[in-house]
């Protein structure tokens, strides 16, 4: 490929590197924050599902009806409006599109989800990282001088947080909502372990949006996700969303799932379950610092042991987790796993012990 056509390509984009997903076949999956369960009660209606949808016509392009059952599923509030997206990811794509300008920044917490940063450069808007605490907590001083320094015109909340797996603090999240100049989206993808949400609250703020999924429900290779808000703000970001983003068979698929919502919630309640069982085993070890978790992942710092030595010792010996990759900073010589099903843990541990015994 000769320079003349990649000169093309701007700048900003041939510095990133693109999204990894690592290579897990073969392996125990605790690397992606997925629910480890399958849907068994949906299996025997597949065949009629998918007949049912009509691949040769173009899908509905508002998936009116699958709104409508994920607004009753997620409890967004009577005049809340929604907009959907392939996955959260393009939601916050078509977020950023909306306001993207001269001079105007993208605002998030950090470290935090690698997403918010990435799709600011992608549109070419700057990105403002405030450091958290050494707790991870939302550091006030530092977050009120960045929303007056930079006027932000949108400010990325996760609840909880990815890949710390906090919840913040209620209170300063409501300050924020106060001071922000411009939009405050709340991401609450891990909702269903969190048990902890701003939806009910979206009346009160009007420049409150809450962003959800159902990957972590369990639906991940569906990618669907739910921008909910006031219905001035929502339909301006749905002028920016492309036409027919969700497929359909992802709107039959994931209708049809939703009627079996109780079960997702059954497999949430495991999940969480086994995250207590899985937090007090981190913790027992005298070498690992394990750090308290409201999602459906774990974050831990080795104390005595060099991060990618026990990571690839972990995957050599059949358990995929994940690296953070940090040399410096919060996250240095931090893993990540992600809480499966409890024999799927008990390999994780087991290879973690023998990784630390090595």
Request: a negative charge.
């Amino acid at each position: 490929m000769t320079d003349k056509l990649l000169n093309w390509i701007r700048p900003e984009i041939r510095a990133l590197n693109a999204y990894h997903v690592a290579d897990a076949r073969g392996l125990t999956k605790l690397d992606a924050m997925e629910n480890p369960y399958t849907l068994d009660e949906l299996t025997g209606h597949w065949p009629e599902v998918l007949a049912a949808a009509e691949i040769n016509r173009y899908p509905d392009p508002s998936a009116a009806v699958l709104r409508e059952k994920l607004s009753q599923t997620m409890d967004v509030p009577e005049g809340a409006a929604t907009v959907l997206g392939n996955g959260s990811d393009e939601l916050i794509q078509m977020l950023a599109m909306v306001v993207s300008g001269k001079d105007r920044c993208i605002m998030s917490f950090d470290p935090g989800f690698v997403m918010y940063r990435m799709i600011a450069e992608f549109v070419g808007m700057d990105y403002v990282g405030v450091p958290l605490d050494e707790s991870f907590n939302l550091d006030m001083v530092a977050t009120r001088a960045a929303i007056e320094k930079h006027q932000p015109a949108i400010i990325f909340i996760a609840y909880p947080n990815n890949p710390t797996a906090n919840l913040f603090n209620e209170a300063n999240i409501e300050e924020i909502l106060k001071i922000a100049p411009g939009l405050v989206v709340v991401d609450e993808a891990y909702h269903p372990f969190a048990q902890s949400s701003f939806m009910s609250r979206l009346p009160e703020y009007e420049q409150l949006l809450v962003m959800r999924t159902v990957s972590k429900m369990g639906l991940a290779g569906l990618r669907l996700g739910m921008l909910a808000g006031a219905p001035e703000l929502i339909q301006e970001v749905d002028k920016v969303r492309l036409p027919y983003n969700i497929n359909v068979l992802t709107q039959q698929a994931a209708c049809s799932a939703l009627e079996y919502v109780s079960v997702l919630d059954e497999q949430a309640a495991l999940i969480r379950a086994e995250r207590e069982t899985m937090l007090k085993a981190l913790s027992d070890m005298s070498a690992v610092e394990a750090f308290p978790s409201r999602a459906n992942f774990i974050l831990f710092r080795l104390l005595q042991h060099d991060a990618a030595s026990v990571f690839a010792s972990i995957r050599d010996q059949g358990v995929l987790i994940k690296n953070m990759n940090a040399q410096t900073g919060a996250l240095k010589n931090c893993l990540r796993v992600t809480v499966g099903k409890p024999e799927e843990n008990a390999a994780f541990l087991l290879a973690l012990e023998k990784a630390l015994a090595a």
